[in-house]
Structures are given as C-alpha cells and as structure tokens.
C-alpha cells in the first residue's frame, strides 16, 4: 500500500531504540526523509548503519530534558532536512519500579520530565512546522497509561498524561491540518524489556526464555498470541497514522498489545 507520504520529512526521537528503528525503516521505505535523535551518538549511528537509504536519514544527537539540546536539536534538524512534516516521539524511560512506599517525589520527577516533559517540549519546538497545512504527530505511550501496574506507577502515571496531552492536541490543530494520535505497545521486544526479562531470569534462577513465558503467563493473561511483540508490529501501524491513509484519524490511541488491556 502506497502511504503517500514520499518526499516527506519526518523527526523520530527515540530514534535508537527498537521501535524507532523499526519504525524509521518502515517510513523510509515510503520515501520519508528521516531525522534520529536519542542521548547516545554511537547507538544513534549504529540505527542509521542498519537502515537503507543513508542519503535520507540523519542523526541529532539531544538530551531532550536540557533546553539548550532542544535549541541544538531545532538546528540539526533545520541543517539536515529544513521544516518537517512528521513527528513521532518514541523517547522514554522505564524508570525506578517498586511498591508506591518505596518510591520518592524525585523517582516520579525524573520518569514524568523524560516521559512526559519531553513530549511538551518536542511539541512546542516543532509544532510551526506541522501546522503549515499538513502534519502528523504520533505519541509512543503504553498499555501501562490505561492498565496500569502498582510496581510502574512512575511511568504508568507519566504514560497516562501522555496520552491526554495528545488527545488535548489534536483538538486544537485538525481544522489546520495536523492529525495527533497515540500508539500504546505492551511487551515489545527491544532493549528495555530484554533488560526486564534478564533481571526477572536473575531472580527466578532460570533463562531469559523462562523469564518471558512466565511473565505472560502471571503478568500477561490477557496478551492472547503468548509471545512478546515485534518493533516492526508496531512500526506499521505508527507508519499508517503518519500517512495520508490516516486523513480521518486524529485523537485516537491504537492498542498494539496482543489484547493485553483487559478492558474496551
């Protein structure tokens, strides 16, 4: 399906991370001039050397809690791509886990600044860009936002007003072209739930692949495929919000969670 959306220009932050990888090949196979940005340069470059087509893709490299790295990344992205038409923000943390008690005020500061901060801050730096006729805007939020878990309750909270955000967004701008939604993944496989899944085998004494069996079966029942996702499960349906395919979509958050929300 042709999304028709070549010769667009796109920024991804979180751009390292399993997702934006996945999800920056999926728009580079449309033809989407693509721009990268995460902490770490050298994860950042190892993204852009397994993706086609170098000549559209570019790296930024920005700490998106520090507002001289917003000032940075405005003009690397300027540089590399002049104004852009896409934003997918993908960039997040996990956070401290634990029982609510055995967590302090800094514990939620710090995942609602990277979670949820950082979204207010790419919105506001790029949001000219996206209301010259034609935008999309995608937000990378969780199951975790609308079922959440009482160990996670930093990110879960964060997750959630994320998602509010977004729908509080795409209120504003439609009548001016901009369509604002959400994707919510549970279980993907990429690094943070690798991590997961190595601390949970660690303290069960057994593998990773034990690990993973188990969680779904006592964290997960109602994760119905019995596997974790694929980045690329989710890339597909970030890369349809961004397309022209979605022109009457805005304001909605797609589960891509195998069923794991046990709710409507």
């Known amino acids: 399906m042709d999304l028709g959306i070549d010769g667009r220009k796109a920024l991804l932050t979180g751009g390292a991370g399993g997702i934006g990888r996945a999800t920056a090949a999926a728009l580079v196979a449309e033809g989407v001039e693509v721009v990268l940005t995460d902490t770490d340069r050298d994860a950042l470059e190892g993204a852009r050397a397994s993706l086609p087509g170098d000549a559209r893709v570019h790296v930024v490299v920005a700490d998106l809690s520090r507002e001289g790295d917003l000032d940075a990344?405005?003009?690397?992205?300027?540089?590399?791509?002049?104004?852009?038409?896409?934003?997918?923000?993908?960039?997040?943390?996990?956070?401290?886990?634990?029982?609510?008690?055995?967590?302090?005020?800094?514990?939620?500061?710090?995942?609602?600044?990277?979670?949820?901060?950082?979204?207010?801050?790419?919105?506001?730096?790029?949001?000219?860009?996206?209301?010259?006729?034609?935008?999309?805007?995608?937000?990378?939020?969780?199951?975790?936002?609308?079922?959440?878990?009482?160990?996670?309750?930093?990110?879960?909270?964060?997750?959630?007003?994320?998602?509010?955000?977004?729908?509080?967004?795409?209120?504003?701008?439609?009548?001016?072209?901009?369509?604002?939604?959400?994707?919510?993944?549970?279980?993907?496989?990429?690094?943070?739930?690798?991590?997961?899944?190595?601390?949970?085998?660690?303290?069960?004494?057994?593998?990773?692949?034990?690990?993973?069996?188990?969680?779904?079966e006592e964290e997960r029942p109602f994760m119905e495929l019995g596997r974790r996702g694929e980045p690329e499960e989710v890339a597909a349906v970030i890369a349809f919000l961004c397309s022209e395919r979605a022109s009457f979509v805005n304001g909605a958050n797609y589960r891509v969670d195998a069923g794991s929300v046990g709710s409507l």
């Open 73 to 216: 990344l405005r003009r690397g992205v300027r540089d590399a791509v002049g104004e852009v038409d896409i934003v997918v923000h993908g960039a997040g943390v996990t956070g401290p886990t634990g029982a609510f008690h055995e967590l302090s005020d800094d514990d939620f500061t710090s995942v609602l600044d990277t979670n949820l901060m950082s979204a207010v801050r790419v919105s506001h730096a790029f949001l000219a860009d996206l209301r010259r006729g034609w935008g999309r805007m995608v937000f990378v939020s969780s199951e975790d936002a609308v079922q959440p878990y009482d160990d996670e309750l930093p990110y879960c909270a964060a997750k959630a007003g994320l998602l509010s955000f977004a729908k509080g967004l795409s209120r504003t701008y439609a009548a001016e072209g901009l369509l604002v939604n959400s994707v919510s993944p549970a279980f993907i496989s990429t690094p943070m739930t690798d991590a997961m899944m190595d601390q949970r085998a660690e303290e069960q004494g057994t593998s990773r692949e034990e690990a993973i069996a188990s969680f779904l």
